[in-house]
């Protein structure tokens, strides 16, 4: 999947291409480089592999006119805790230099559009409290906050935890599975940052 920028986006050609595992020796490294610097939480390179292997379909990738990566989201979808089937926003990046021109709008429709195409009930992230650039994109796009969650990150930061229910009736039957998970030790990884900081 790839395609020109949204209109008004950007004053030269962007490309939206869909994560292939047959590129990660070009890409892999540059994602994470640009994750590193943007997002609070280090992360191995298992933490990528585990989404990109099974999920490359739902991340995406803005390039440049030269192919250099300037924006990512990663993303999963899986059945949450025997309830809905959650989409999930792991982890959005896009080049300083870069910001302000809808790249990350358009990553995270995008991406947004591939968990519904897959039949996804509802969609999360977490961001920190303190990168209202990423609220408000996330707010825009209509997810609303459900959680704010105290000393989330490694580096001691809170977040909010954002929800985007993409069927009708699905914000009933998922109430209570955030509230035992929260309550429990069960975090295989450490929190993903979905944050465009």
């Given amino acids: 999947m790839s395609g020109a920028a949204p209109p008004g986006t950007a004053s030269f050609e962007i490309r939206y291409v869909q994560y292939q595992s047959d590129k990660e020796t070009t890409y892999l490294p540059a994602i994470r480089q640009m994750i590193s610097k943007d997002l609070s939480e280090p992360y191995s390179i298992y933490v990528y592999r585990y989404f990109l292997y099974q999920w490359g379909e739902l991340c995406f990738m803005a390039l440049d006119p030269q192919d250099t990566l300037i924006g990512v989201i990663i993303s999963k979808l899986e059945p949450h805790r025997g309830g809905p089937m959650r989409g999930y926003i792991a982890m959005l990046a896009v080049k300083e230099d870069y910001r302000g021109k809808g790249i990350a709008t358009a990553l995270v429709r995008m991406a947004i559009d591939a968990m519904i195409e897959k039949d996804a009930d509802e969609i999360a992230l977490e961001t ?70």
Avoid: C, W
């Fill in 128 to 197: 920190e409290v303190t990168n209202t650039a990423a609220m408000k994109l996330y707010e825009r796009l209509g997810f609303l906050r459900s959680k704010r969650l105290h000393r989330y990150y490694l580096n001691g930061n809170t977040a909010f935890r954002f929800l985007l229910y993409v069927k009708e009736g699905v914000a009933n039957t998922a109430m209570g599975y955030d509230d035992a998970y929260e309550n429990s030790d069960q975090q295989i990884f450490p929190p993903v940052s979905a944050g465009v900081s």
